[in-house]
């Protein structure tokens, strides 16, 4: 019938490999409800830079969806709100009582949530990221990941940062200062022309 099933195969693959290698685990599939979110109303900017979801992707959502439901897998779909928020919200409850849990994602804004209880698989690249991985891949912790992407921005969300900053400027700059509110605190000490526009 000419329906495209790239993203269809892909998907269920992955999540039929994880509930191989996780038998006895809770899951719970997240995707992103249609339309804006909270943060479209915080910054009208956010990803608007953004090219439309090709038809032949935008095709296979819905059997995706029915798959999953199909499968007997719970999957979460929350207007207004990002798939990454939803997940960032299982992960703090989660961690909050201690169960391990395995985030599957090859986002790199999700590893500001990686702690002792919560850990990051890419599928796609096999690459599993705990508090060390994270430390190695980026030079700094978790906790700190948001301090870097604030400082870089973000241009896959259209989200602006300190103009000349890149990531080899803000993992400096974090691993001297420790902290973005301390950056700000001392910005007087910022040399170079990164310092000047900070």
Known sequence: QGQATGAIKGVIN???????????????????????TFRNDMYDQYKANRPPMP????????P??????AM????LIVADVEADDVIGTLAQQAWQQQI???????????????????????TMTHETLDIEGVKNKFGLPPERIID??????????NIP???GVGPKTAVKWLQEFGSLNNLVARADEIKGKAGETF
């Not at 992955?14 to 804006?36: C, E, H, N, W």
């Not at 038809?55 to 959502?61: E, F, G, P």
């Not at 007997?72 to 999957?75: A, E, Q, R, T, V």
């Open 55 to 62: 038809d032949d992707l935008r095709s296979q959502i819905a």
């Open 14 to 36: 992955m999540i039929r490999s994880l509930l191989k290698q996780y038998p006895t685990s809770i899951i719970a599939v997240v995707f992103d409800a249609k339309g804006k």
């Open 64 to 69: 995706i969806h029915a798959i999953i439901r």
């Open 161 to 163: 940062g300190v103009p």
């Open 100 to 122: 391990p849990t395995l985030i599957s994602t090859g986002d790199k804004d999700m590893t500001q949530l990686v702690n002792e209880h919560v850990t990051l698989l890419n």
């Open 148 to 157: 870097y992407l604030a400082l870089m921005g973000d241009k896959s969300d």
């Open 72 to 75: 007997g897998l719970p999957l």
